[in-house]
């Protein structure tokens, strides 16, 4: 029981926080904090903020023994539709939600796919996206592969980058 009161505490929280910082682009600049603190434990050296591929500015990339760069970049969409799977109890209508949430997983990849030149940077890009997102895309994670794209949660992100790091150092 207090688990659980102290979960709904939790959730109740975390919405309000939401209700606090909702617009679009305050969403993206929350979640790109989520991950700069995340990346803190990188030195200087290994991060490059606000790298530019063809025109287009990525906010990180991590730098590889190469002098290649890992664009990541960070997505957060979705909140509405997340909040109505939430509360949603009838299957049919969770499944057309979450081909939305996959539909709008999958064309915001789109735009980070265009980060990838293997001239200046690896054969994929990062794309990090709240673990919520994460948890309901099955479909879209290998579509966006496809594009170059990975997909991760927030939540993995530094082990991820730490593993690549060290597989491609």
């Known amino acids: 029981e207090a688990r659980v009161k102290s979960e709904e505490l939790a959730r109740e929280s975390i919405k309000r926080l939401e209700t606090i910082i909702a617009g679009t682009q305050?969403?993206?600049?929350?979640?790109?904090?989520?991950?700069?603190?995340?990346?803190?434990?990188?030195?200087?050296?290994m991060m490059d903020m606000n790298f530019r591929?063809?025109?287009?500015?990525?906010?990180?990339?991590?730098?590889?023994?190469n002098k290649k760069r890992l664009p990541l970049d960070v997505k957060w969409g979705a909140t509405d539709v997340l909040e109505r799977l939430e509360n949603e109890k009838d299957e049919p209508a969770k499944a057309k939600l979450i081909d939305m949430v996959e539909k709008d997983v999958m064309r915001k990849s789109k735009e980070v796919s265009q980060y990838v030149d293997p001239s200046i940077t690896a054969p994929?890009?990062?794309m990090a996206v709240p673990d919520a997102v994460f948890s309901v895309c099955r479909e879209a994670q290998l579509e966006v592969y496809r594009s170059r794209v990975i997909l991760?949660?927030?939540?993995?992100?530094?082990?991820?980058?730490?593993?690549?790091?060290?597989?491609?150092?």
């Open 26 to 45: 305050t969403k993206g600049k929350a979640g790109e904090n989520i991950i700069r603190e995340q990346l803190k434990v990188f030195p200087a050296d």
């Open 53 to 65: 591929v063809g025109g287009k500015v990525v906010e990180f990339a991590l730098i590889l023994w």
């Open 124 to 126: 994929w890009a990062i």
């Open 152 to 169: 991760l949660p927030y939540s993995n992100c530094l082990p991820f980058l730490l593993l690549f790091y060290g597989l491609y150092f």
